[in-house]
């Protein structure tokens, strides 16, 4: 593909039946330069073309394809019982604060990523467990869940 066939304002493009994601699109609308093209994967092929028929535009396709929104705390009330996960977090800037050290606050689990349930997983077990990786979301949902509560049974 040479770059003159390529469009400057173009996130992704499809030839011969594949489709190429222009990784350095946001500087190409920016000042002209080189595409750096980068063939989806399998399951970003089919994402594609699902959001494409939606009628999606390129710069939304790619930012639900390649960005990672983390999850956000709101202030609506607390989920389902049972669906709440409370995590403790240490602050990232100091500030002035009545209570130092860390916090803790409550996020719906479903509001978190595959990752993010790993990372409390391993933290809870304090064992880095590489297999756990495998689960589906909704298994390592459910066995965070257990392993909570039955932390909390032993507790009492």
């Known amino acids: 593909m040479s770059q003159r066939a390529?469009?400057?304002?173009?996130?992704?493009?499809?030839?011969?039946?594949?489709?190429?994601?222009?990784?350095?699109?946001?500087?190409?609308?920016?000042?002209?330069?080189?595409?750096?093209?980068?063939?989806l994967s399998p399951r970003h092929f089919v994402r594609y073309n699902e959001l494409k028929e939606k009628g999606r535009s390129q710069k939304t396709i790619a930012l639900l394809l390649f960005k990672r929104v983390p999850a956000k705390v709101t202030t609506a009330p607390p989920p389902a019982p049972g669906r709440?996960?409370?995590?403790?977090?240490?602050?990232?800037?100091?500030?002035?604060d009545k209570n130092p050290g860390s916090r803790t606050v409550t996020i719906d689990i479903t509001m978190l990523t595959h990752e993010q349930v790993l990372a409390l997983l391993q933290r809870v077990l304090r064992e880095r467990l590489p297999g756990l990786r495998a689960l589906p979301l909704t298994e390592l949902r459910r066995l965070y869940l257990a392993v909570v509560e039955l932390r909390r049974e032993a507790k009492t």
């Open 6 to 39: 390529i469009p400057q304002q173009s996130i992704f493009v499809e030839r011969e039946g594949w489709v190429y994601y222009v990784t350095n699109w946001q500087k190409r609308f920016a000042e002209p330069c080189r595409p750096k093209l980068v063939r």
């Open 84 to 96: 709440a996960v409370t995590v403790r977090m240490e602050k990232i800037a100091p500030r002035e």
